[in-house]
């Protein structure tokens, strides 16, 4: 079965074609778009900058993903978009382009769950994801926890009560004069320097899941204040400590979550699961106890390789959501 997978929730605009066999899926061409230079002006994503590009944009980006997977138009077997969460004005771009190509076509059509997405893009470089698992879905927009159980089952375990984590190294990256997107600059700035030269806070020490990020922000904020913009090895120091801060956070919930809910296996996935120090740090204090996949760096931020993989998964169960679908910024997770 060959699906044409598109996404357009946030600043991608992207289209990709994937074949699927009984669950195994091959990723056979895909194309994004990334509006990167449109916001970075700003330091964060302009919600209508972001539409109109896509309206621009996403004929285009279909035609190339299927020029890229060598296959015709009359050759596909379904269609998945990214239906939410996301900002309502892009995933409208998306869900209306999906709806006229399923229409045109006489083919099904699956709307599915950003969130749920991410966590399915290990499944375009390994044969199968094993359940039940832990999925962390860290982002720009979302910091999320799940206990995956099925295929459109499962639960969510905790978030952000505040920020997400990509978010908050956006803005501190911004305040320190780096480039968007913060959390890549924060990683490249960090580089030599001392991840315990400043002592940042570690927001909800307790138990319970959830994460927060903003009080971080704040002392990262009030620190620049008090001793002035970092420059050269103190850039350096701050970076480090301040991703130490945010990796140690995101490490320290996964762990407990894991063990809460006896799970060996953790999948993650979102932008900021492209950064080395998390990946480095969860499979160190993970080791013994907690399979950790992580998806290429490339397959990490937004893709409709993903959209794709899942829908076909759906559409392989005979789903068709139709000319009903439509698109929905606040999207629950499937099942909560
Ligand atoms: O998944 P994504 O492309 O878009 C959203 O759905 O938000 O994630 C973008 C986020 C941004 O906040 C960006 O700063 C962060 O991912 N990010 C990183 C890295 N690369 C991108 N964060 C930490 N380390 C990185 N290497
Ligand atoms: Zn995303």
Redesign the pocket.
Known sequence: MLVLGIES????CAAAVVACDSGAIRLLGQRIASQIPIHAPYGGVVPELASRDHVRRIVQVIAEALDRAGVGLRRIDGFGVTAGP?LIGSLLIGVSAAKALAYSSAKPLVGVN?LEA?LHAVRLERAALDLPCLGLVV????TSLFELQGLGRGQILGRTRDD????A??KV?KLLGLP????????RAARGGDPAAIRFPRPLPGRQLDFSFSGLKTAAALHVKREGLPQGPGLADFAASF?EAIVDSLVRKTLLAARKRRLARVVVA???A???R?REELERRGAGEIECLFPS?AL???NAAMVAALAASYLEQGRDDGLALDADAMLPWPGD
């Open positions: 929730s946030c600043d991608e996301g950003h991410h982002s720009g927009g979302h997400a984590a990509g978010e190294l956006d990256a968007y997107p913060g959390g890549l600059a924060i990683e991703q979102g932008g900021v492209a950064n080395l998390l760096v990490c931020t937004d």
